[in-house]
């Protein structure tokens, strides 16, 4: 379990200096009423792509410090699914933060109709 615990203080070390990516805003000037047009939908799509690296750093964070607070309070129940209370087994060495088996969490993600499965399905 030590070996667990050390990655996670690490990684949760590495995403805490990591810090938020500035999300740059619209304009530069705030009195500047006009906006370039071709430059807009850029600075948009900077504006999102950076909260969507945000918020899943957070996600993450959040993940880490859950899987830190069991091992040092719950150390029998690391390890072990949330769902199945199954051993989680070798998806802890590739994700220390893991809470589900990979059974559930096959079962949590799977899409839910419509999906496409194949390229071709829409022709």
């Known amino acids: 379990m030590e070996p667990f615990k ?12 990591q810090g938020d990516i500035p999300i740059e805003p619209t304009r530069s000037d705030p009195g500047d009423m006009g906006s370039d047009d071709d430059a807009q939908p850029l600075t948009e799509m900077s504006q999102v792509i950076a909260s969507k690296r945000n918020r899943e750093r957070a996600i ?52 839910r109709g419509g999906a496409r499965k194949h390229l071709l399905d829409f022709k």
């Open 6 to 17: 050390q990655r996670l203080l690490q990684l949760q070390e590495e995403l805490i200096a």
């Open 60 to 111: 993450l964070l959040a993940r880490v410090r859950r899987a830190l607070q069991l091992i040092l309070q719950e150390p029998g129940q690391y390890g072990r699914c949330r769902e199945c209370e199954e051993p989680i087994g070798k998806r802890l060495t590739a994700q220390p933060w893991a809470d589900m088996c990979l059974d559930c969490q096959n079962e949590k993600d799977q899409p």
